[in-house]
């Protein structure tokens, strides 16, 4: 399964119309994705068939929120949620980096069913292990995560470890650098079979749809 990151609309068509399997609509690549504009969403949910996940993000650096961005959260959640999006990404913590229990479950029930993913605000967490089985307590149904390190490749071997341990409870969806010329060292290594690429290449600014069917398993 291949997820492309996209942080704005022509990488989300490029990776729309390739062989990857769904995208992560957001924006602000530079912080790591915030969520996106609404029209733009609707515009692609209506041109293509994919499914898109949406990230619910109203600022970047911590993963600590305020009481009124959390109320953004729930409204957009609630926006997206009646405007068809496919899935959501969000994920919340404490003050002190553990997993907020009560906010997550909260827009985990606003979500009314469909699928949640947790994303790498877990590798911020002080225990990776203790936050995957919190996620799987409150419902969620995948985490995006490099292994609690700055990359995939540097966090290999937790990701092994959550892969084996893991997956048959909650997806793993190996992210972090993830480009084709890495995903087969990832995927021999973690036995994993869920990853999450942006395909943007060095000096770049979009997905480039050649680097996107050369993903492993994902040519056309």
């Known amino acids: 399964m ?7 609309i022509t990488s989300a068509e490029i990776a729309l119309q390739s062989s990857a399997d769904r995208i992560e609509l957001c924006t602000n690549g530079k912080v790591g994705g915030l969520t996106p504009n609404i029209d733009e969403f609707r515009y692609l949910k209506e041109k293509y068939t994919k499914p898109i996940h949406v ?17 953004q959260m729930q409204k957009d959640l609630k926006e997206f949620r009646n405007a068809g999006a496919d899935a959501f ?7 002190n980096e553990k997993v907020d229990l009560e906010r997550n479950k909260i827009l985990i029930d606003l979500a009314e069913g469909k699928p949640c993913v947790f994303h790498r605000a877990i590798d911020r967490t002080p225990n990776i292990f203790e936050a995957t089985e ?12 490099s292994g609690g390190k700055n990359s995939a490749v540097e ?19 190996i992210s972090g650098g993830v480009r084709s010329g890495n995903i087969t060292e990832l995927k021999n290594h973690t036995l994993g079979t869920r990853f999450h690429s942006s395909a943007i290449l060095p000096y770049e600014y979009f ?3 050649d680097e996107i069917k050369k993903h492993i398993g994902f040519s056309s």
């Open 2 to 8: 291949l997820e492309i990151a996209s942080f704005e």
């Open 155 to 173: 966090g290999k071997d937790t990701l092994k470890k959550l892969v084996a341990d893991y997956s048959h409870q909650l997806h793993i969806l």
């Open 89 to 95: 990404v969000f994920g919340i913590l404490t003050e």
């Open 55 to 71: 990230m619910i993000r109203p600022s970047g650096g911590s993963f600590f929120y305020s009481d009124l961005e959390f109320l």
């Open 207 to 209: 997905a480039n749809a």
């Open 134 to 145: 919190q996620l799987i307590a409150l419902g969620f149904s995948e985490t995006l995560t």
